[in-house]
């Protein structure tokens, strides 16, 4: 199993900040029946390959969050069901089972501080990726 430590887009690479400018924000939605009919949301993919090039996050929801992947791609990953701390992670880690792919059941386990886990001791909870869409950016929100 890989373990990936991402931060939050405002403080990840100067392409994430701008691709993070890009999304509308006028009616966040809380989780992903939010996203149903939004023309930025893309066909499932099922899988996000060479997970190295995962540079950040936004956009965070009770059950989805806006993975920035290179220069140009962006994916919206859904959890199964809520996801307890999801919507205001300031970084989080991705456990996956591939070695270069992130998948359907992996997980994705947010952290409210930016360093990762805290030091009460707790264990972090996981939450199982159950979809994963394209996401572009650059199409207008409804």
Same mark, same amino acid.
């Given at each position: 199993?890989?373990?990936?430590?991402?931060a939050? $887009?405002?403080? /990840?690479?100067?392409?994430?900040?701008?691709? !993070?400018?890009?999304?509308?924000?006028? @009616?966040? &939605?809380?989780?992903?029946?939010?996203?149903?009919?939004? &023309?930025?949301?893309?066909?499932?993919?099922?899988?996000? #390959?060479?997970?190295?090039?995962?540079?950040?996050?936004?956009? *965070? *929801?009770?059950? *989805?969050?806006?993975?920035?992947?290179? /220069?140009?791609?962006?994916?919206?990953?859904?959890? %199964?069901?809520? !996801? $307890? @701390?999801?919507e205001?992670?300031?970084?989080?880690?991705?456990?996956? %089972?591939?070695?270069s #792919?992130?998948?359907?059941?992996?997980?994705?386990?947010?952290?409210?501080t $930016?360093?990762?886990?805290? $030091?009460v001791?707790? &264990? &972090?909870?996981? #939450?199982?990726?159950?979809?994963?869409?394209?996401?572009?950016? @650059?199409?207008?929100?409804?």
């Amino acid at each position: 199993m890989k373990t990936i430590l991402l931060a939050a $887009a405002a403080m /990840a690479l100067p392409a994430v900040l701008a691709a !993070c400018q890009n999304l509308d924000l006028r @009616d966040e &939605p809380e989780d992903f029946m939010g996203y149903q009919g939004d &023309p930025r949301l893309g066909e499932p993919v099922g899988r996000i #390959c060479f997970t190295r090039e995962i540079s950040g996050f936004g956009e *965070t *929801t009770q059950d *989805t969050v806006i993975v920035e992947a290179g /220069a140009n791609d962006s994916y919206l990953v859904k959890t %199964f069901g809520r !996801c $307890a @701390d999801l919507e205001h992670a300031d970084s989080m880690a991705l456990d996956q %089972f591939g070695a270069s #792919c992130l998948t359907e059941g992996d997980s994705i386990i947010p952290y409210d501080t $930016a360093f990762g886990p805290d $030091a009460v001791g707790l &264990p &972090p909870r996981g #939450c199982m990726i159950d979809e994963i869409y394209r996401w572009r950016p @650059d199409r207008d929100a409804e």
